[in-house]
């Protein structure tokens, strides 16, 4: 020993990761009401990993092998599989990323979730991986439901003023849906003859301030109108997107086979109408897929269960 004082730098990695992934640029995501598509993409392992042989694929430090090593074709099946006639398909779960893994290499690819440096993508939160619209994100494993303008809600009426109701929408802040976006032609004064406390509604965010405070319509989107009857369930918002599945497929699979109607929002609720035994078995496949959404099979899964509960019913 010399007596110097020698700076601790194993620690640098992770404190510059974290710095990076709470200042860089995070994306929004963006899902339709009923939809959803995924393609192929290009992705890599975690960040600055190295593979034995003296390689590794941090910023500044990546070789064009390594891209090729770990080419993926990720579906919305849940399964990761690698490209490439010799390398056959490996059934994996939902790949759960740390902020600042490494996600994918390209410009203009990241989406939600995720920050780029240098033509790379990395994850920005806490999440599971996913590959939607030609853009890799990151869906976080739970919290509120941060509104988007253009979204498509499920709200509760939790007071009643004179020009405007006052709406829970499971998200930070009640919004105000004033009676020029409603549905109806209504009266300053006559707002309890439409809607009243508990009343369920499905509305459209007309707009977000900086804050996430936001204001409802009713008068944008498709089926926005009072809610009558069936029952509201809730789930993870950040699973609305594998409950919708790809170009609708899995919510369409649960209403073919239950006959019931479902309205799914993207802040998490879902209102489920039908027969009262349906409507139990509609909600159980969901609550199935909100508890199991990271898993390979899911869809496979869901399709079984639907078929012990309901039989020949189509």
């Given at each position: 020993?010399?007596?110097?004082?020698?700076?601790?730098?194993?620690?640098?990695?992770?404190?510059?990761?974290?710095?990076?992934?709470?200042?860089?640029?995070?994306?929004?995501?963006?899902?339709?009401?009923?939809?959803?598509?995924?393609?192929?993409?290009?992705?890599?392992?975690?960040?600055?990993?190295?593979?034995?042989?003296?390689?590794?694929?941090?910023?500044?430090?990546?070789?064009?092998?390594?891209?090729?090593?770990?080419?993926?074709?990720?579906?919305?099946?849940?399964?990761?599989?690698?490209?490439?006639?010799?390398?056959?398909?490996?059934?994996?779960?939902?790949?759960?990323?740390?902020?600042?893994?490494?996600?994918?290499?390209?410009?203009?690819?990241?989406?939600?979730?995720?920050?780029?440096?240098?033509?790379?993508?990395?994850?920005?939160?806490?999440?599971?991986?996913?590959?939607?619209?030609?853009?890799?994100?990151?869906?976080?494993?739970?919290?509120?439901?941060?509104?988007?303008?253009?979204?498509?809600v499920i709200g509760k009426v939790l007071d009643v003023n004179p020009n405007f109701w006052l709406v829970d929408i499971n998200a930070p802040y009640p919004?105000?849906?004033?009676?020029?976006?409603?549905?109806?032609?209504?009266?300053?004064?006559?707002?309890?003859?439409?809607?009243?406390?508990?009343?369920?509604?499905?509305?459209?965010?007309?707009?977000?301030?900086?804050?996430?405070?936001?204001?409802?319509?009713?008068?944008?989107?498709?089926?926005?109108?009072?809610?009558?009857?069936?029952?509201?369930?809730?789930?993870?918002?950040?699973?609305?997107?594998?409950?919708?599945?790809?170009?609708?497929?899995?919510?369409?699979?649960?209403?073919?086979?239950?006959?019931?109607?479902?309205?799914?929002?993207?802040?998490?609720?879902?209102?489920?109408?039908?027969?009262?035994?349906?409507?139990?078995?509609?909600?159980?496949?969901?609550g199935m897929i909100d508890r199991n959404a990271q898993q390979s099979g899911l869809t496979d899964a869901v399709q079984r269960f639907l078929e012990e509960?309901?039989?020949?019913?189509r």
């Amino acid at each position: 020993m010399d007596g110097r004082v020698r700076p601790f730098r194993f620690f640098l990695p992770m404190v510059r990761g974290s710095f990076m992934a709470n200042d860089r640029n995070r994306g929004r995501r963006r899902q339709d009401w009923f939809g959803g598509d995924g393609r192929s993409g290009n992705f890599a392992g975690p960040r600055d990993r190295d593979d034995g042989q003296g390689r590794r694929d941090g910023p500044g430090q990546y070789d064009r092998r390594d891209r090729q090593d770990r080419r993926y074709d990720c579906r919305d099946d849940g399964r990761d599989r690698p490209q490439g006639r010799d390398r056959p398909a490996v059934e994996q779960t939902r790949e759960v990323v740390l902020p600042g893994d490494l996600l994918a290499h390209g410009k203009n690819i990241g989406g939600p979730g995720t920050y780029t440096e240098n033509g790379v993508v990395y994850a920005a939160q806490l999440g599971v991986r996913t590959f939607q619209e030609g853009k890799v994100s990151v869906l976080p494993l739970g919290g509120k439901y941060m509104p988007i303008a253009g979204d498509e809600v499920i709200g509760k009426v939790l007071d009643v003023n004179p020009n405007f109701w006052l709406v829970d929408i499971n998200a930070p802040y009640p919004a105000p849906l004033h009676i020029d976006e409603s549905a109806w032609q209504v009266q300053i004064g006559e707002t309890a003859k439409y809607l009243n406390r508990g009343d369920i509604v499905a509305v459209s965010i007309q707009s977000v301030d900086v804050v996430k405070r936001s204001k409802l319509t009713m008068k944008d989107g498709h089926g926005m109108r009072k809610l009558a009857g069936g029952m509201v369930m809730e789930v993870s918002p950040s699973k609305v997107p594998r409950i919708i599945g790809k170009g609708g497929s899995m919510i369409s699979m649960i209403k073919d086979r239950t006959g019931c109607m479902i309205l799914v929002g993207q802040n998490g609720r879902m209102w489920i109408d039908g027969e009262p035994d349906m409507i139990l078995v509609a909600a159980e496949a969901i609550g199935m897929i909100d508890r199991n959404a990271q898993q390979s099979g899911l869809t496979d899964a869901v399709q079984r269960f639907l078929e012990e509960r309901t039989g020949s019913r189509r």
